[in-house]
């Protein structure tokens, strides 16, 4: 009999500016060493320091800590394949479906291909102005 699919649940990131350490740790469930390490590891992970040293995780650092934890211990990606997994995803250009055009959707050759009136209109504008400086 199969294993009803377990859901995974992300825990509820307090409406805060700035987290220390031993918050973003009891929230990811992991040790503050394992986030110190992790800093080394993921270049897109380094939390401010405040005036005594104390480590400062903003709500995305502590989102991102939250997603390698998935990565590493869910999904059984080793730490090479998680950095090349967030790489390759920081990589890809969100572009939005209403953002898209039909106009931009056009290749670049299709552009000169049909020049349209606007263009024949240029050509004779610049052919004139040619005349007349000559």
Known sequence: ?????????????????????????????????????????????????????????????????????????????TIEGARKFLDARTREPIVKPSEVSSKSARSQGDLFHDPGPALDEIRKELTAILSLLR
């Open 1 to 77: 009999m199969l294993e009803p699919a377990i859901q995974e649940q992300r825990p509820e990131i307090p409406d805060k500016l700035y987290f220390r350490i031993g918050e973003v740790s009891r929230l990811a469930g992991i040790k503050p060493y394992v986030l110190r390490f992790w800093e080394t590891e993921f270049s897109s992970l380094g939390p401010k320091k405040s005036g005594k040293g104390h480590r400062l995780y903003r709500r995305k650092d502590v989102e991102l800590v939250l997603e390698i934890k998935r990565l590493l211990y869910d999904k059984r990606y």
